[in-house]
T-cell receptor, first 117, second 114 residues
Framework: SAVISQKPSRDICQRGTSLTIQCQVD?????MFWYRQQPGQSLTLIAT?????????ESGFVIDKFPISRPNLTFSTLTVSNMSPEDSSIYLC??????????????FGPGTRLTVL | AQSVAQPEDQVNVAEGNPLTVKCTYS??????LFWYVQYPNRGLQFLLK??????LVKGSYGFEAEFNKSQTSFHLKKPSALVSDSALYFC????????????FGDGTTLTVKP
């Protein structure tokens, strides 16, 4: 099983600023995913971070607001730009078991709890 | 498009009783189905999955789930609930043309009372 860490674990930010969240996997993975979760609610996929190519964004999410980097097969960052209180949420990164594949479950990081004032 | 429905926001059971958390899905094609659990202030943990084969799959912590293609369901079950099973449970589905992306249900909060 993969171990995924995220930094920071939580942050309180001012409106209009940006925050970069880091996600580190202890093994090489082809795909990494970024999700947003309101506490106690479902997960919404923001984007798929692909190594060596641009991230693939889901409907309703754009690169200017959520730029993603994927410099290697174990690391990714998600930036929440020009934040507003509506961006307050838990941000999760995940990676598939076995590093890739359509049939594999995902391992999740512990999440980053973001509060925007 | 793929979707998942968890019709119950909350399930309450007494310790020692069997529990069922319901999940139905809608996909075009063969579904890959997953259950995850989220304990308070912790990340999601994988419980079990159905890819193909036997309709009854067994997973972690004594949980099992039954894939029913005709009813498009994948209900999570456990014969005897523990207080420590109290958590938020998510059903998820993916399909082979979707690059491994999963769609998650809204979640069901399971409360097991002593």
């Amino acid at each position: 099983s993969a171990v995924i860490s995220q930094k920071p674990s939580r942050d309180i930010c001012q409106r209009g600023t940006s925050l970069t969240i880091q996600c580190q996997v202890d093994s090489q993975v082809t795909m990494m995913f970024w999700y947003r979760q309101q506490p106690g609610q479902s997960l919404t996929l923001i984007a798929t971070a692909n190594q060596g190519s641009e991230a693939t964004y889901e409907s309703g999410f754009v690169i200017d607001k959520f730029p993603i980097s994927r410099p290697n097969l174990t690391f990714s960052t998600l930036t929440v730009s020009n934040m507003s209180p509506e961006d307050s949420s838990i941000y999760l990164c995940s990676a598939p078991a076995g590093g890739s594949g359509l049939y594999n479950e995902q391992f999740f990081g512990p999440g980053t709890r973001l509060t925007v004032l | 498009a793929q979707s998942v429905a968890q019709p119950e926001d909350q399930v309450n059971v007494a310790e020692g009783n069997p529990l069922t958390v319901k999940c139905t899905y809608s996909v075009s094609g063969n579904p890959y189905l997953f259950w995850y659990v989220q304990y308070p202030n912790r990340g999601l943990q994988f419980l079990l999955k159905y890819i193909t084969g036997d309709n009854l799959v067994k997973g972690s912590y004594g949980f099992e789930a039954e894939f029913n293609k005709s009813q498009t369901s994948f209900h999570l079950k456990k014969p005897s609930a523990l207080v420590s099973d109290s958590a938020l449970y998510f059903c998820a589905v993916s399909i082979n043309t979707n690059a491994g992306k999963s769609t998650f249900g809204d979640g069901t909060t399971l409360t097991v009372k002593p």
